[in-house]
């Protein structure tokens, strides 16, 4: 069903939409009907918002890409919005290509810095133990962010939550209540990627600041 109002490579991108492909003109050669086709697209509607006119595309049957309309009543609502959609859709895309996640809510610091403060502690010869201890008590800064953020006491929640990973769990904390939990169970996962890239920061950051 074809559009008046598609302009430039708008007709390209609502076939797209449904899996079809536009025409003009002539059929190219070795072109078959069903590649001329729009079947799939549904109905089309021109709406008005405000100077501009949107084609909305409906009751698609095989859909491959999406528009998101944000609307807002002023221009920082807008860009939030956006924001937050931005970082939503790239969370989801991290998670997709590393087919891994890591249990949130300051789960992976806890055992991270647990783990540096323990066997990597003991593993470690002469000056190089302070190194790992401050960057074991570094990896604590997300927890006790999340605590004080939380309203609650700072020491207190960290060495919940560090007994509670002592016992082989794992140990988030609950900003409703302060006390830990297991953020798996909850569904509170962080990137893989992200806690990677983290980390290469800091280390790089380290490395900076000691060749100074």
Same mark, same amino acid.
Do not use: I, T
């Given at each position: 069903m074809p559009s008046d109002h598609t302009k430039g490579r708008k007709p390209e991108h609502s076939a797209n939409y449904g899996g079809s492909h536009t025409f003009s003109g002539k059929p190219?050669?070795?072109?078959t009907a @069903?590649? &001329?086709s729009w079947e799939g697209l549904g109905s089309f509607m021109n709406i008005p918002f405000g100077e501009e006119k949107f084609t909305f595309v409906k009751d698609i049957k095989d859909p491959k890409l999406v528009t998101l309309l944000v609307k807002g009543p002023n221009a920082h609502t807008i860009q939030q919005i956006q924001d937050t959609l931005h970082d939503g859709l790239?969370?989801?895309?991290n998670a997709l290509e590393d087919e891994a996640l890591i249990p949130g809510a300051g789960a992976f610091e806890v055992s991270c810095s647990a783990h540096l403060s323990g066997p990597v502690?003991? @593993?470690? &010869?002469?000056r190089v133990k302070m190194g790992v201890q401050a960057f074991a008590d570094a990896m604590l800064i997300i927890p006790k962010m999340c605590a004080a953020n939380g309203g609650f006491?700072?020491?207190?929640v960290v060495v919940v939550l560090q007994d509670e990973c002592a016992e082989g769990n794992i140990a988030g904390i609950d900003l409703q209540s302060g006390k830990p939990f297991d953020p798996t169970v909850e569904g509170i996962w962080d990137n893989y990627h992200v806690k990677r890239q983290m980390l290469h920061?800091?280390?790089?950051?380290?490395k900076l600041k000691g060749s100074e």
């Open positions: 190219r050669k070795g072109e @069903a590649e &001329r790239r969370a989801v895309k502690k003991q @593993a470690a &010869r002469g006491d700072v020491q207190d920061s800091w280390y790089l950051d380290s």
